[in-house]
C-alpha cells in the first residue's frame, strides 16, 4: 500500500527556513515523478516543486530560488527545503505522485509564517 507521511512543519518568522520530509512506503520513489504541493486556507491545492523520476526538478514561480526538492533513494524520502519563507508560504504542505493522485494524500505538515 502506497503511504506517503509529511513532516517538519512550524511556526517561522518571515526570513526563516524550514527543512519538510515526506516518507514514503509503498513504492521506489526513484521510479516515480513526485511532486510537494500546498493548500492555504481558502485556496486550492497547487504544486510549489517536482521531481521527475531522473532528477528533474521544476518549481512555481512563486518559490523559485527560495525552494529546493531533493529526494534521498536509500531512505525512499523526499524532502523540501524553503528559505526565505514569508506569510505568503503559510499552508500545509503536502507530497503525492505527480500528477496528483487524489487517492494518496497523506496528513499534511502545518507551515505557518508569522511574526
Known amino acids: 500500500q502506497v503511504q506517503f507521511v509529511d513532516s517538519g512543519g512550524a511556526l517561522v518568522q518571515p526570513g526563516g527556513s524550514l527543512r519538510l520530509s515526506c516518507a514514503v512506503s509503498?513504492?521506489?520513489?526513484?521510479?516515480?515523478?513526485i511532486g510537494w504541493y500546498r493548500q492555504a486556507p481558502g485556496k486550492t491545492r497547487t504544486v510549489v516543486a517536482r521531481i521527475t523520476y531522473d532528477g528533474t526538478t521544476t518549481y512555481a514561480d512563486s518559490v523559485k530560488g527560495r525552494f529546493t526538492i531533493s529526494r534521498d533513494n536509500a531512505k525512499n524520502t523526499l524532502y523540501l527545503q524553503m528559505n526565505r519563507l514569508t506569510p505568503e508560504d503559510t499552508a500545509v504542505y503536502y507530497c503525492?505522485?505527480?500528477?496528483?493522485?487524489?487517492?494518496?494524500w497523506g496528513q499534511g505538515t502545518q507551515v505557518t509564517v508569522s511574526s
Open positions: 503525492n505522485f505527480y500528477p496528483r493522485n487524489e487517492n494518496y
Open positions: 509503498g513504492i521506489i520513489v526513484s521510479r516515480y515523478g
